[in-house]
Every structure is written in C-alpha cells, then in structure tokens.
C-alpha cells in the first residue's frame, strides 16, 4: 500500500513565525503536490514538484514556498505565517506517467491554526 | 478562478436512498474526472474516476454519468449506507499519456454526505 505520511495532524503557530510542513511518501513517486483544504472551497493547489529539486507554481501559491532535497519528501514552507493560512494541509503523490492512471495519493492532512 | 463547479454543498439522505453530486467544468481540454471521498480525519482517496469517452461508468453501488456537451458529471450512489457519509469531491485533470499537466487535478468545492439510518 502507498503510504504518505505528513508530520504532525495538529500544528498552532504565531503569526510572523515560519513554519514547516512535511510530507513523505514510500512509494517512489515522482510527482508530490500541496494542497490546502477550506470548507466551501474544496482542495486548492498550492505548488507541487515533478522531480527532485524541481517545483511548479498551482492555483494559490502567495505566502508559500516549498522544498525538495530527497524523492520522497517534500516539504512546504510559510515564510512568515498569516491568520489566513489557517487551514487544512494535504499532502499528495503520484507517479510519472499514467499506466497506472491519475489517481494521486494523499496523507491524512495537518490541521495548521495560526493565532 | 473555479474551473469545476460543484453541487449541493451538504446532502442528507436516508439509508436506502440515491444520493446525486453533480459538479460542472469549463475547460473543455479536460479528459479525466476522478472522484475522491473523504472520511473525517482522513485524507481524500480514490472512489471512481470517468474518462470522455464513455457516458456512464460503475463500480459497486458507485455510477459516474458523464455528459460531454453539457460539460457536466455526476456521481449516484445506489442503496446509500450510513457508511457512505463523506464528503466527496470531484475533479478533473488534462493529461493523457505523453503530456506534461504532471497529473494535477482540479477539485471542485464538496459536498458533505449524511446518510441516516
């Protein structure tokens, strides 16, 4: 079975602090993205990463900026965290190609509260 | 920008009964339309997933019916279970074999599925 694991389920932080969130997937999959989840909005796309060292904007990439060293670990950063970043945090991957179709694989989220 | 519309936002059902999720797209380069469900606590995985192609597709109590000219899809759940509360999400994607879209998906906003017993 895929597994992806995200660092922490719960994380609170202070405004202006940077904060890290990391992900990490066993399966060799080239393909990670972050996604943020708000109610009424559904998943959003924040950046994600096609190779490592290699990432690309998604829809709502402002305040975010992300890292990966190693294929199985992709990290997302806020700079400097807002109130406004307080979410849901979603971590997914997939493999390159579709022999296997798109279905991308997902942790089970960091509920992240910026007080 | 939403580019897949999604409806109803919340949906109750009793057990027994066939619930219907209907989202709608804009870009017509879409070729394939995943649902994922999502428990509490949970991430969001997999249920069934359409390509253009065909109009209807099923798995289990689960049919996807896909209408390309009205640019719309939608899921049924047959004989819906107290087990299937969820909130599912639907999505689409532009990628075929070859392409370099890296498989991202679009999600459309959710719908939260209670089902009574």
């Known amino acids: 079975d895929v597994k992806v694991t995200q660092s922490s389920r719960y994380l609170v932080k202070r405004t202006g602090e940077k904060v890290f969130l990391e992900c990490v997937q066993d399966?060799?999959?080239?393909?990670m993205f972050w996604y943020r989840q708000d109610p009424g909005l559904g998943l959003r796309l924040i950046y994600f990463s096609y190779d490592v060292k290699m990432k690309e904007k998604g829809d709502i990439p402002e305040g975010y900026s992300v890292s990966r060293e190693k294929k199985e670990r992709f990290s997302l950063i806020l700079e400097s965290a807002s109130t406004n970043q307080t979410s849901m945090y979603l971590c997914?991957?997939?493999?390159?190609?579709?022999?296997?179709?798109?279905?991308?694989?997902f942790g089970p989220g960091t509920r992240l509260t910026v007080l | 920008q939403q580019q897949v519309k999604q409806s109803p936002q919340s949906l109750i059902v009793q057990k027994g009964g066939i619930p219907i999720i209907n989202c709608a797209y804009e870009n017509t380069a879409f070729d394939y339309f995943p649902w994922y469900q999502q428990f509490p606590g949970k991430g969001p995985a997999l249920l069934i997933a359409?390509?253009?192609?065909?109009s209807e597709k099923k798995e289990g109590r689960f049919t996807i019916s896909f209408n390309k000219s009205a640019k719309q899809f939608s899921l049924h759940i047959m004989d819906s279970q107290p087990g299937d509360s969820a909130t599912y999400f639907c999505?689409?994607?532009?990628?075929?074999?070859?392409?370099?879209?890296?498989?991202?998906?679009?999600f459309g906003q959710g719908t939260i599925l209670t089902v009574h017993p």
């Open positions: 359409i390509r253009p192609d065909v």
């Open positions: 399966m060799d999959h080239e393909n």
């Open positions: 997914a991957s997939r493999p390159k190609g579709w022999k296997t179709g798109n279905e991308q694989f």
């Open positions: 999505a689409a994607s532009r990628d075929v074999a070859g392409g370099t879209s890296y498989g991202k998906l679009t």
